[in-house]
């Protein structure tokens, strides 16, 4: 009976906000369009879910997740103690050759377990955590790092931290490097709508994501103050839900600042990367690689970012982006200008970014997953 039953690739994604939603849409849709029969179990409240609506996915499973501190107790428990059950009976009618987690959630591991016969293909996008960070104590306590000890593959966006992460979940082998692709999701979006508009006569930076401690807001206002002292035809755009607390004094000080505290829809978010003169700007203390860097140079504009991490491996410094280091302001603020005086620079590396966007598309990490899920190779691409 079982031999009758269609082999499919499951993708575990229980995350709702961010980065994690679009890469887990580009990758499922890339491997639907070699021809994979993929279902998927997602959050119901994923902010991307009218676009996994329309896949043509064998099965889409919806589960509650959480809003709030007292809905996520309240659901984990439930889901542990029974309604995981559910997701293994939604899917009895199909062989699920393989459970592929775009991003791990405190969810992954009790749904990869439901099928202990398949193989278990994890990626894990941050094997330091940021600094800074609050969740590290939940992470351990929901055993969150269980998915990585159990996986049978692990994919890193990072060439550096291969080894480490080898080494830690004892995977020798098993630990593959996959270039983060281009992030071109918004393109697709319908309703747009408007949340910044740019002086097209000034040179206009950006900080677009979410606020926390290690992504150097800090560090871009004094770089940003430092601008300002040279030239005034410049502005600033921080927009980003999170604690912008710490920085609202620093930043009342600066001038032609625009500050967008709070979660951008979809909708909005390519106005935040369409205007004249633009400059993308990552200041980050510490990164293993930037989904926000995709987006922008997804719409042709170029990142200024701190050479930490993997970013120096996302972004190629003067043919790309400029790299600058992450604790000196001064030589931030000199490459903020640099971009900005020298437009022959800019419009270089303007075109270089629309010369690698090919090369950065969804189809090669939709092979590899296959080739680890085990799809044979006539079936992709039929």
């Known amino acids: 009976m079982s031999s009758k039953r269609k082999n499919i690739i499951l993708i575990n994604y229980t995350g709702r906000h961010g980065g994690g939603p679009l890469h887990a849409y580009e990758l499922t849709k890339a491997l639907l369009e070699q021809g994979i029969p993929v279902a998927a179990v997602l959050s119901k409240d994923i902010e991307n879910v009218k676009a996994w609506k329309r896949l043509p996915l064998e099965k889409l499973i919806l589960i509650p997740t959480y809003t709030s501190a007292a809905s ?125 508009t740019y002086d097209p006569e000034k040179t206009n930076y950006v900080f677009f994501g979410r606020i926390s401690p290690y992504k150097g807001l ?58 004249e003169h633009l400059i993308a700007v990552l200041p980050y203390a510490d990164a293993t690689q930037s989904g926000v860097l995709m987006v922008a140079m997804d719409y042709g504009v170029p990142v200024i970012a701190t050479d930490t991490g993997g970013l120096g491996e996302q972004l190629e410094d003067g043919v790309t982006g400029l790299l600058t280091d992450a604790s000196d302001s001064s030589q931030l603020a000199r490459q903020m200008l640099r971009l900005k005086n020298d437009r022959e620079l800019y419009q270089t590396i303007c075109r270089n970014i629309e010369k690698k966007l090919p090369d950065m598309e969804w189809g090669g990490a939709a092979e590899l997953v296959a080739k680890l899920a085990g799809v044979p190779a006539y079936l992709r691409n039929r």
């Not at 410049?234 to 912008?244: E, K, P, Q, R, S």
Request: proline share 3%.
């Open 72 to 196: 996520f107790l309240k659901n984990h428990l439930q889901f542990i103690l029974y309604k995981k059950y559910r997701i293994r009976k939604a899917l009895q009618s199909y062989a699920v050759t393989a459970v592929c987690c775009p991003m791990c959630t405190f969810w992954t591991d009790p749904v990869n377990r439901l099928f202990p016969h398949a193989k278990k293909i994890v990626f894990c996008h941050d094997p330091q955590l940021h600094s800074g960070e609050s969740y590290a104590i939940a992470v351990k306590l929901l055993g969150v790092n269980k998915a990585y000890r159990h996986a049978d593959e692990i994919l890193v966006h990072t060439k550096k931290f291969v080894n480490e992460v080898e080494t830690r979940y004892h995977k020798t082998g098993h630990v593959h490097y996959l270039p983060l692709g281009r992030h071109s999701y918004y393109r697709r979006v319908s309703g747009k709508r408007t949340a910044v």
């Open 218 to 275: 800090d560090l871009l206002a004094d770089a940003y103050q430092k601008v300002c002292r040279r030239c005034g035809d410049v502005t600033l755009t921080i927009a980003g839900a999170g604690d912008f607390s710490p920085y609202r004094a620093k930043y009342k000080q600066l001038e032609r600042v625009t500050v967008i505290n709070r979660w951008l829809a979809d909708e909005e978010v390519e106005s935040i990367f369409q205007g």
